[in-house]
């Protein structure tokens, strides 16, 4: 279990690594010279001089690499003399834009991008789930098809058409919904609900049909395992059948996506956010993007991949708890 | 979420591809079983309908677009009201016999003109998304299954690599940074470069149970090169699967490039796509919703009916060959 959890451990390093390197290479290499954006219009050479010693933009690019790394785990001081900025530790540098550090930026935006994240997996898990229990126990029925054909809906209606359908239908036109604005929980609780009752729809409809057919495929399957007949044969209740036998097989694969869907989600719901103008790590993201504040896009992508990666790897570890099958199988 | 990999194509690498109906009566075998089977289902056939009339629309833009007369970076002022901020007059966003899906708001270019060319820009996109990571997935993917050992070893890191990447925000990440020069071609390698190592994983669990069968020993002990062995015995027995895989990939692409479009890193302007019309609808939605309603509608199809499409076809061959 240690040499697994070690050599995961090591994986997870080596990725991280690489998309470091990765898009360190393309922001601030092949993009345009960070420091000509800085300076603007109307801008002397010696300027543009001054600002490159400063971000360290006249080092070999491998001292660069390396500054940006220990920046990263131990901070680094931008600068030098009476003018040097100290950056404390997970130091992602500071915005061309507005020169806020990037790291401030991101955690002020977190808990917004959290809440989407998290109504939206509550609302695709129970909906995903219990459709397709339902799919799967009425299999060939009309209920089956109907859900089967709501899914194939589900997954292909773009998320920001479904977002402009849902507020014009719902807010302009029915006016069932306030318009979305940014209230805070402690203010007003029912409109903070109501606020992001549209985001969570929009975010979760997609996935929700995913795991509709994920979880009816895997019931359908397991129902007809040697183990099942036999539970049945000796005479256990169905209810118990369907709880011991059926399910715990049946919603593993669901722990797996589910960790890393929700992982990914974490690191901004980038379309959703920008669409209903939440104020997320998402909506951070597209806004540097159209400002080109390279800072900041690459804090966001490290930020996600960190995210994803570390969701992969919590993942396993709960499998391995699952799903017996897997901890011998695992010495890879 | 629009993201690379197409719900469905993970649910098959996920291993969710067990429901082949074990009841339909006589699985199809031959050639012309097949296509007589897919032609008796009617959802299929409107599928196919549907993205065959979409790629007509895309081949014959520039004949549609004189025909309607207006083209679709042509400003047309007299059809919006620029006392009311652009609004365009006449109902639903100014649909009537010379715009035939009204204007744009604003500048009053012709919508229809923008559908058709922008369902040029999405179809070239997609198909060629779509034929790079076939190709990538395939050669990978038999490669890693057939030699194993080290090759394989590498290959699956990659992919792994590329899998627990965060493609989306990567994506935009690569396309805002990069110049904007020909964005079509660095789309598509952009969606390919993310896309492959989902069909490649597939292919290489294949290739690496075909591998053992008898008729590639007999191949093999006849004197036939490795390359002649992957290309002429294994391959066709992975056609099935690929097509199966492809077309299911097909949606995610044109998804893709729609959302890229969408938040401005996709199809530069004047150039149309459909994306990229939905996210200048947005200021516009409460009061010209047809703006996003056309887009938005075709958007949609186009993607409900490869989905279908794909899972169709999966029923299909899963149901007709099943292991052979």
């Known amino acids: 279990m240690i040499r697994f959890l070690a050599n995961r451990l090591l994986g997870m390093a080596v990725v991280l690594f690489l998309v470091c390197l990765f898009t360190y290479v393309i922001f601030f290499v092949l993009s345009p010279d960070p420091a000509v954006q800085i300076c603007g219009k109307n801008c002397d050479p010696e300027a543009i001089d001054r600002i490159r010693a400063n971000l360290g933009l006249d080092q070999p690019f491998w001292t660069q690499f390396w500054t940006f790394l220990s920046g990263l785990f131990a901070g680094r001081t931008y600068g030098t003399g009476a003018n040097a900025i100290e950056c404390a530790a997970p130091c992602l540098g500071y915005s061309f834009q507005t020169s806020q550090p990037v790291t401030d930026m991101i955690l002020q935006r977190l808990p917004v991008s959290a809440t989407v994240a998290v109504g939206a997996a509550v609302l695709w898990l129970l909906a995903g789930v219990s459709a397709g229990l339902v799919s799967a126990v009425k299999e060939g029925k009309f209920a089956d098809r109907f859900i089967t054909g709501l899914t194939l809906t589900g997954m292909s209606v773009p998320n920001y058409v479904l977002a402009l359908l849902l507020q014009f239908l719902l807010v302009v036109t029915l006016g069932w919904l306030p318009f979305p604005q940014a209230v805070p929980f402690g203010e007003d609780p029912g409109r903070w609900f109501l606020n992001f009752l549209m985001p969570w729809i929009v975010l979760s409809i997609g996935a929700a049909a995913v795991y509709t057919r994920l979880t009816r495929a895997n019931v359908i399957e397991t129902l007809q395992e040697n183990y099942v007949r036999t539970a049945r044969a000796k005479g256990l209740s169905p209810g118990l059948v369907w709880r011991r036998h059926a399910l715990r097989p049946a919603l593993t694969p669901i722990v797996t996506i589910f960790g890393m869907d929700f992982a990914g989600l974490l690191g901004g719901a980038l379309i959703t956010e920008t669409v209903f103008g939440l104020n997320g790590v998402g909506k951070l993201a597209s806004d540097s993007i159209t400002k080109n504040d390279q800072p900041v896009i690459m804090g966001v992508t490290l930020l996600a991949a960190f995210l994803v990666v570390v969701g992969n790897m919590v993942v396993d570890l709960l499998y391995t708890a699952i799903d017996p099958r897997v901890r011998v199988g695992s010495a890879t | ?324």
């Not at chain 2, 194509?9 to 699985?27: F, K």
């Not at chain 2, 204007?103 to 997609?126: C, H, K, L, Q």
């Not at chain 2, 703006?291 to 075709?298: Q, R, V």
């Open chain 2, 1 to 324: 979420m629009t993201f690379t990999p197409t719900p469905l194509e993970a649910e098959g690498a996920a291993g969710g591809e067990a429901t082949g109906d074990p009841a339909s009566a006589s699985p199809p075998r031959s050639g012309r079983r097949l296509v007589r089977t897919f032609l008796n289902d009617r959802v299929a056939v409107a599928c196919s309908a549907y993205i065959l009339i979409v790629v007509l629309m895309a081949l014959t833009a520039p004949l549609l677009v004189t025909l309607s007369g207006h083209g679709p970076l042509e400003f047309d002022q007299a059809a919006v009201d620029s006392n009311l901020g652009g609004l365009p007059l006449g109902w639903g966003g100014g649909i009537g016999a010379d715009h035939w899906f009204g204007v744009e708001p604003g500048n009053g270019r012709d919508i229809f003109a923008r559908i058709v060319y922008g369902a040029r820009v999405s179809m070239t996109i997609a198909l060629l998304a779509t034929a790079l990571t076939s190709v990538l997935g395939v050669v990978f993917g038999l490669i890693a299954g057939y030699f194993g050992g080290r090759v394989d070893m590498v290959v699956s890191r990659v992919m792994e690599f590329l899998m627990a990447f965060p493609a989306l925000i990567f994506m935009i990440a690569v396309l805002s940074a990069l110049p904007a020069e020909n964005r079509q071609a660095l789309l598509v390698v952009v969606i390919s470069f993310f896309g492959w190592p989902y069909l490649a994983r597939i292919v290489r669990g294949q290739t690496m149970s075909l591998k053992q069968r008898e008729f590639v020993e007999s191949a093999k002990a006849s004197g036939a090169s490795s390359a002649q062995i992957i290309f002429k015995e294994i391959l066709p027995n992975l056609s099935s699967t690929i097509i199966v895989m492809t077309t299911l990939a097909v949606p995610g692409y044109v998804g893709t490039e729609a959302g890229l479009s969408f938040l401005g890193v996709g199809v530069v302007p004047p150039t149309p796509s459909w994306g990229q019309m939905i996210a200048s609808s947005v200021p516009w939605y409460a009061v010209d919703p047809a703006y996003f309603l056309f887009p938005g509608a075709f958007l949609f199809l186009l993607v409900l009916s490869f989905t279908v499409l794909g899972d169709r076809i999966k029923k299909i061959a899963e149901s007709g060959e099943g292991r052979a």
